[in-house]
């Protein structure tokens, strides 16, 4: 290969400047791995776009210039999508419907100009070749100032001193997360539904039910983040909307007080949730590009296509395959975690474990009515906001956490700890007047030493595993103040 060629690989900073840019701006939320995997993709992706222009234009030059045009349009989509949105506010122009023809007509000028004309792309190579070179060569002091900043920020709003319990008893601890549960108030209430088949189970069992018990936080990250640290979380914006906040979140989740805790007393800690959770990976359904990666992703042509786009046009082109498994894709993950939980449970080496199972029931969609029976698939978009599906799920999802709790108890060498709540209450209501239901959760612990004087009817999740390490594990946590903060759905102005 000539000197000309390997120089007309410039275009291969692109991906690394956007991918390293993107790790600085997201840090320390997407693990390095990850990272490399996504620049991994993206280089191959670029040298094969390369190699097929090389072929279109013959000219290596041209070929570059021609790839870093289409990376660039990939990359930046977003940002500039943003930008005309704000500047032609209510105009067809930021509308994908213009944009995307517009665009394609603009590519295709372009590249016919290419084509056509003996252009002296040396000058604009270097110019573009150097421009990346100096980008790069910023983005190092940046990285550690980003490094610098992020160890003086307070995530939590207050401090966490727990002591080791060498003589404590170390059973089995499983957290499982029901999504969108509700609490027994807002089922006798609003719902008109008496949920005491469910709660007398629990009971019989030997579970505490907090009949008043409420989440922290009206949105699942913000309330798992908090669950999992025993804390309320500081310096928010409030928004789920908001790129920081959702760092801050997936960050407590992954490096969070309860699995520190859990780890320091020799558990083995188990991820079966829709979270990165202690540096483990999520057990839900992911493409050859990490999912990890999403935040430094978002902006890109394709994934703002599939976000904004990409179930219209499944649903427009009646695509019936990807349709049928968008629509399910919940339940497969669903079945995948009480699988994975269940045979967890059924593993006996010796050492302890701790076990976070995140299941989204009786979330939305509403998979199943009350005896098991399946709902039309093609339908399910279309009862969001219905509550008699909702109940009958809810029922459905009862038989079916009773079935796992039952397992665990029964493989368990001694009787375990299980902690079985919801991250928050209803949230799909359009009621102004019942913005309690998203607060009133379903929240029930079962302790081998059935001593629950350290619970209460009013608890929240902030104080959940404060009151369990201080029964369990002899700890002095202090409670917190019971409250609860909203989190809306604006976007970041």
């Not at 969001?384 to 109940?391: A, L, P, Q, S, V």
Request: glycine share 4%.
């Amino acid at each position: 290969m000539t000197r000309k060629k390997i120089k007309s690989f410039y275009f291969l900073l692109l991906p690394l400047f956007f991918v390293f840019n993107g790790y600085r701006q997201h840090y320390p939320v997407v693990p390095v791995m990850d990272v490399l995997k996504l620049l991994a993709v993206y280089t191959i992706a670029s040298l094969i776009i390369f190699f097929l222009l090389l072929w279109l234009f013959k000219k290596s030059a041209k070929a570059a210039v021609g790839t870093f045009l289409l990376l660039s349009v990939h990359f930046f989509f977003g940002s500039v999508h943003d930008l005309l949105r704000n500047i032609f506010i209510g105009t067809f122009i930021p509308r994908y419907s213009f944009i995307l023809p517009a665009l394609i007509l603009l590519i295709f000028f372009f590249f016919y100009l290419l084509k056509r004309k003996d252009w002296q792309l040396a000058r604009i190579s270097f110019y573009l070749a150097t421009l990346l070179t100096i980008l790069l060569v910023i983005e190092v002091p940046l990285f550690f100032y980003t490094l610098k900043k992020q160890q003086k920020r307070e995530l939590l709003a207050g401090n966490f001193n727990s002591s080791l319990c060498d003589a404590c008893p170390r059973p089995d601890v499983y957290l499982i997360v029901a999504d969108e549960y509700a609490g027994n108030e807002t089922l006798g209430k609003n719902f008109g539904f008496q949920n005491t088949a469910f709660t007398n189970a629990l009971q019989e069992r030997g579970f505490y039910i907090a009949q008043n018990s409420l989440s922290n936080y009206n949105s699942t990250p913000f309330s798992v983040a908090s669950l999992l640290n025993m804390d309320y979380l500081n310096d928010i914006k409030g928004s789920h909307r908001v790129k920081r906040d959702l760092q801050q979140c997936y960050e407590l989740i992954n490096q969070n007080r309860v699995a520190s805790f859990f780890k320091e007393h020799g558990y083995e800690i188990h991820n079966n949730s829709i979270f990165r959770f202690n540096r483990l990976p999520a057990v839900t359904d992911e493409t050859f590009i990490p999912a990890a990666t999403s935040f430094i992703t978002s902006q890109t042509l394709l994934s703002r296509i599939e976000e904004e786009l990409g179930y219209h046009l499944v649903h427009s082109l009646n695509m019936r395959k990807f349709l049928k498994r968008i629509n399910l894709k919940d339940l497969n993950n669903n079945e995948k975690i009480i699988s994975r939980t269940t045979e967890i449970a059924s593993q006996k080496n010796g050492t302890p474990k701790f076990v976070y199972s995140h299941l989204m029931m009786p979330h939305y969609p509403y998979y199943f009515n009350k005896e098991g029976l399946p709902y039309d698939w093609q339908t399910l978009e279309h009862y969001n906001n219905d509550r008699e599906r909702y109940i009958q799920y809810l029922q459905f999802c009862n038989s079916k956490f009773l079935g796992l709790i039952d397992h665990i108890i029964k493989n368990s060498p001694v009787p375990p700890i299980i902690v079985f709540i919801s991250d928050h209450g209803f949230r799909q209501t359009k009621n102004p007047s019942s913005i309690s239901e998203v607060y009133n959760n379903f929240n029930a612990v079962l302790l081998p030493e059935r001593n629950y004087a350290g619970f209460y009817s009013s608890i929240s999740l902030v104080n959940q595993f404060r009151a369990v390490l201080n029964t369990s594990f002899r700890q002095q946590l202090p409670m917190l103040k019971d409250s609860t903060v909203f989190i809306s759905n604006e976007y970041e102005k």
